[in-house]
């Protein structure tokens, strides 16, 4: 009796199709933003790499270069498992927008058992995109958190450097 409901209601298969592709718009969005920070995060390890080089081995300035370049590294790998999660997340929406027009053309010709199928496949598909979708937001905090930290970090060490560079009075 459920699915006669979509089978008579465009609006039930129009609902059932653009929150999935509303999802996957933001996912998309998502990977795009991570992929760009972590194109940066790249950059940012090349420069510190190259500082390190340049510095004599256990000298304050390559302890410093060395402590940004481990920072950096677990950014990077934060980065790498939020972009897989987006990815998966932007997959499972799109896989939920497709079951549920699967879904709908079943109930459309009376197939009881395929729509229910169908129905059982798109909410987990969905619930299951919304959890990495989730799980990606964390880690993008979390490596937003440190970010900050290795700046505050860098600040200090080039106030502590300056400040020993500056004659005083």
């Known amino acids: 009796m459920q699915y006669q409901i979509v089978a008579n209601n465009p609006f039930a298969v129009l609902t059932a199709i653009v929150a999935p592709a509303i999802l996957t718009n933001a996912s998309s969005v998502l ?6 920070r972590l194109g940066r995060v790249v950059d940012r390890t090349r420069v510190v790499a190259g500082g ?7 000298s304050a300035t390559y302890l410093a270069w060395m402590s940004q370049l481990k920072a950096l590294e677990l950014r990077a790998q934060l980065l790498l498992k939020a972009l897989r999660m987006f990815y ?3 997959g499972l929406f799109a896989a939920s927008a497709l079951v549920s027009v699967g879904g ?3 109930a459309y010709y009376g197939q009881r058992i395929l729509f229910e ?3 059982g496949l798109a909410i ?3 619930a299951s995109a919304v959890v990495g979708l989730s799980i990606g937001c964390t880690l993008m905090v979390h490596e937003t958190r440190l970010a900050v930290q290795s700046l505050e970090e860098e600040s200090r060490v080039r106030i502590q ?3 020993a560079e500056t004659p005083q009075k």
């Open 31 to 36: 990977a795009l933003g991570t992929s760009n």
């Open 52 to 58: 390190a080089a340049g510095s004599a081995p256990g």
């Open 88 to 90: 998966a997340a932007l």
């Open 104 to 106: 709908s053309t079943a």
């Open 117 to 119: 199928a169908g129905a």
């Open 124 to 126: 987990l598909t969905g």
């Open 161 to 163: 450097s300056y400040g």
